[in-house]
């Protein structure tokens, strides 16, 4: 399977620069099975803050409720060398791993003074990330609230301003670790949750920290030849119960998200070697999903619209069938959705007969 199986072409006219003023007022396409009899033969153009009556009581979502630090920082080398830091990772205490943007590599030991006050050490490198450790004057991520800016994704062309604070996260945000938002979750605002718990659907969370990878390209036509970057990620013991006790009284389980399916489907790898269930897991995760590969873990998934030729839109077509996703694309196109971080969404389900 190629990389370039999965180019298509978006007019840039389509990428939302801004969130809208309301997060529940996004567009939602919804994609039923080719073959699905309970959500009709075709897409359905709806509003996102719909989404309680497509659902149905005893249904659980899935949330992300990993919170975006502020992680892109700038400063310069004694040689007068500008840099561009963006935190991949919080390491504890002041080290942090991070890509550097420099026109010649610094080597271990260097110092870069920071534009935000203090400096920050390079303790060495492994592959695209450095190890750096911070010299500031208080705890590193508490420092970072105020000297750092928002890592807003490079498609979006302009200055993160004082809006995006607040809206480039999820209003269930807590575990602070992320450099990039899980977007899906972008669209619920409280009176929409309120909705969906009148509604009688159940809420439950992972935590997964989106990396600085999640930015970067796939530079290999031959995905078999890609490596995921690493993520961490939590499932914790209390969701495995909410989502077997979903299951078993015969409630859908509904991702937000695609950094939902990938925690939930690494938990479940790591369960297979026990009664192959989903188990408890903290831990890393380089999982790669694309077409061929079988979700189990959840029933539908809620998702923005993906980059071409981007591991994410490979996840999408994995769960819902390349093809029917890019009918959806193409429809989503013809009628003007908005596009990545900032844009709209769909709600899918899984390629018929799956």
């Known amino acids: 399977?190629?990389?370039?199986?999965?180019?298509?072409?978006?007019?840039?006219?389509?990428i939302a620069q801004a969130p809208l003023a309301e997060r529940s007022s996004s567009r939602l396409l919804l994609v039923p099975p080719a073959q699905?009899?309970?959500?009709?033969?075709?897409?359905?153009?709806?509003?996102?803050?719909?989404?309680?009556?497509?659902?149905?009581?005893?249904?659980?979502?899935?949330?992300?409720d990993t919170r975006v630090i502020p992680a892109?920082?700038?400063?310069?080398?004694?040689?007068?060398?500008?840099?561009?830091?963006?935190?991949?990772?919080?390491?504890?205490?002041?080290?942090?791993?991070?890509?550097?943007?420099?026109?010649?590599?610094?080597?271990?030991?260097?110092?870069?003074?920071?534009?935000?006050?203090?400096?920050?050490?390079?303790?060495?490198?492994?592959?695209?990330?450095?190890?750096?450790?911070?010299?500031?004057?208080?705890?590193?991520?508490?420092?970072?609230?105020?000297?750092?800016?928002?890592?807003?994704?490079?498609?979006?062309?302009?200055?993160?301003?004082r809006d995006d604070a607040e809206r480039y996260q999820t209003v269930f945000a807590r575990e602070t670790g992320a450099v990039a938002a899980p977007t899906a979750g972008l669209h619920f605002d409280q009176p929409l949750l309120d909705a969906l718990q009148a509604r009688g659907v159940q809420?439950?969370?992972?935590?997964?920290?989106?990396?600085?990878?999640?930015?970067?390209p796939v530079r290999v036509d031959d995905l078999s030849e890609h490596v995921m970057h690493s993520e961490w990620l939590n499932v914790g013991a209390e969701l495995v119960e909410k989502i077997r006790r979903t299951r078993a009284a015969g409630g859908r389980v509904i991702a937000v998200g695609t950094t939902v399916v990938r925690a939930l489907e690494t938990a479940l790898r790591q369960g297979e070697d026990g009664d192959g269930q989903l188990q408890?897991?903290?831990?890393?995760?380089?999982?790669?999903?694309?077409p061929g590969y079988r979700i189990r873990s959840v029933?539908?998934?809620?998702?923005?619209f993906h980059l071409p030729e981007s591991t994410l839109l490979m996840m999408v077509s994995a769960f819902a069938g390349k093809d029917r996703i890019f009918a959806?694309?193409?429809?989503?196109?013809?009628?003007?959705?908005?596009?990545?971080s900032y844009g709209d969404a769909m709600l899918l389900f899984p390629e018929a007969g799956a």
């Open 203 to 216: 809420f439950g969370h992972v935590t997964l920290h989106v990396g600085a990878g999640t930015f970067q």
């Open 72 to 161: 892109r920082l700038f400063g310069q080398k004694a040689t007068g060398g500008r840099v561009e830091i963006l935190i991949e990772r919080l390491l504890g205490g002041m080290d942090a791993r991070a890509q550097l943007g420099v026109s010649k590599s610094p080597k271990a030991g260097a110092r870069i003074a920071l534009d935000a006050g203090g400096e920050t050490e390079v303790l060495g490198r492994d592959g695209e990330f450095y190890h750096l450790r911070f010299h500031v004057p208080e705890g590193l991520e508490q420092w970072l609230l105020h000297a750092g800016r928002l890592p807003l994704p490079p498609y979006i062309q302009r200055e993160p301003g």
């Open 1 to 14: 399977m190629k990389k370039s199986d999965f180019h298509y072409e978006l007019p840039p006219a389509l």
């Open 328 to 340: 959806a694309y193409r429809h989503a196109i013809r009628e003007k959705y908005r596009f990545f």
């Open 299 to 304: 029933d539908a998934m809620v998702t923005n």
């Open 36 to 64: 699905g009899e309970a959500f009709g033969r075709g897409f359905e153009d709806r509003v996102f803050r719909d989404l309680p009556d497509l659902l149905e009581p005893g249904d659980l979502l899935v949330f992300n």
């Open 280 to 290: 408890p897991f903290a831990g890393e995760s380089r999982l790669f999903i694309l």
